[in-house]
């Protein structure tokens, strides 16, 4: 079902006006819905390219869409877990492909390392139950090591991080889609990026997602901001650099992060979405990446042992990177939360979701949605850090209920 001429108009009013001031509200922003046909109900970009910058803000504009990452290597794992190739549950299977997950350590409250009391499977990496953290979420893993360790990197070596919790025992957001990202690697031959391209982007026909950008892409890149204290913004560098700036001949070192690597255009990012919508299915190309009960699979509930995980918090452990999140898409009546293969599943919410649709962000205030059950879905893109932008978050859910009331 199209949107009207003036639900359209009411939209790109929205997007104007959030983006009215470039070096106090949201500099630019991209916005694309989709449905399950792929057809885009409604794409619009708006502002700036940069707080600074006098180009304007173009759908072609290509972002860091960082742990909007995580669904892309999901449904790359899951086909591979299709074809007998990976086994979600088999720990000794992961241990095999990753050794270093056999040694891994515990690190307790008191700084000291402990044994694991299980093995890690790779369900547990895909619903983040496995135990691994990011330090810009928890202030424990931040200070263990007085070198620190830096996820964007672009360094496997970042990734030989402790546990910080016990496999099994909580749910708790960090590196664990990029060790699910190097088992499928290890398993495949191919790099994360070649898999990808080779089995989602090029069946879907998308030329602008990778986590190498072209040169065309890069001259296309929103300029990236940090939000201080005041409200103002100001420019800063991109945080994952090194498929920035890495030559040709130096890729193959630089780590494929299942976690956060890709760059994109939101258009070809929905599309992806729009297959999830159409069961597996583009209805665009006809290419069948994963089955319907596969992605039925995805979006089950993996951790009902836990239903109030989002309400756990997340600390503000680098304040330049995020705001200190009390609680993940809170819902009204706090009905117990879910979280699929990758993503978290909302219980309704206030813009008129169903109960059971697929969400997640980018820690650059990006946000994706996907409602299998009206057949909806879509992402607004922006380029600011700390994650959890106000005005960013009070843009996405005007928007997203504008949608929902509009299609009824």
């Not at 940069?50 to 869409?65: A, K, Q, R, V, Y």
Request: aromatic share 8%; hydrophobic share 35%; charged share 25%.
């Amino acid at each position: 079902m199209p949107l009207s001429a003036e639900v359209k108009k009411s939209l790109q009013q929205t997007i104007d006006k959030a983006c009215a001031d470039p070096k106090s509200d949201i500099p630019g922003t991209s916005v694309v819905v989709v449905d399950r046909d792929g057809n885009e109900l409604f794409a619009y970009a708006g502002g700036k390219k940069g707080s600074s910058s006098s180009e304007p803000m173009t759908l072609d504009n290509i972002f860091w869409i960082a742990s909007c990452t995580k669904m892309i290597a999901g449904i790359a794992v899951m086909q591979l877990v299709e074809q007998g190739k990976l086994n979600l549950d088999d720990g000794d299977q992961l241990e095999k492909l990753c050794p270093e997950l056999k040694d891994v350590k515990v690190l307790q409250d008191d700084g000291k390392l402990v044994e694991k009391k299980r093995k890690i499977t790779l369900r547990m990496l895909l619903n983040h139950t496995a135990g691994f953290g990011y330090t810009f979420f928890n202030p424990k893993l931040r200070d263990f090591s007085i070198a620190g360790f830096d996820e964007f990197s672009g360094s496997f070596k970042d990734m030989l991080q402790p546990l910080i919790r016990q496999p099994g025992d909580g749910w708790e957001y960090g590196i664990n889609i990029d060790w699910a990202g190097i088992a499928l690697e290890r398993a495949t031959g191919l790099s994360l990026n070649d898999y990808i391209q080779k089995n989602i982007f090029e069946p879907l026909g998308l030329e602008n997602i990778s986590m190498f950008p072209n040169e065309s892409m890069k001259q296309r890149l929103a300029c990236m901001h940090s939000r201080r204290p005041d409200g103002s913004l100001n420019r800063r560098q991109h945080l994952l650099q090194k498929p920035l700036v890495v030559e040709a001949d130096e890729v193959k070192a630089v780590l494929n992060s299942g976690g956060a690597g890709c760059y994109g255009r939101p258009q070809d990012y929905c599309q992806v979405i729009a297959t999830l919508l159409n069961d597996g299915k583009s209805a665009r190309t006809g290419a069948q990446i994963l089955n319907k009960s596969t992605v039925d699979e995805m979006f089950r509930n993996q951790i009902p042992d836990f239903p109030n995980f989002g309400r756990q918090g997340i600390p503000d452990a680098r304040p330049d990177l995020t705001n200190p999140i009390p609680e993940i898409y809170p819902v009204p009546e706090n009905p117990p939360q879910g979280w699929g293969l990758t993503f978290m599943l909302t219980n309704g919410g206030i813009t008129g979701r169903s109960k059971g649709a697929g969400f997640w962000a980018g820690l650059a205030n990006c946000w994706w949605w996907c409602d299998r059950e009206k057949g909806v879905g879509g992402m607004i893109c922006t380029q600011i850090l700390p994650f959890g932008d106000a005005k960013v978050l009070g843009m996405w859910f005007d928007i997203e209920a504008q949608v929902y009331k509009a299609l009824g």
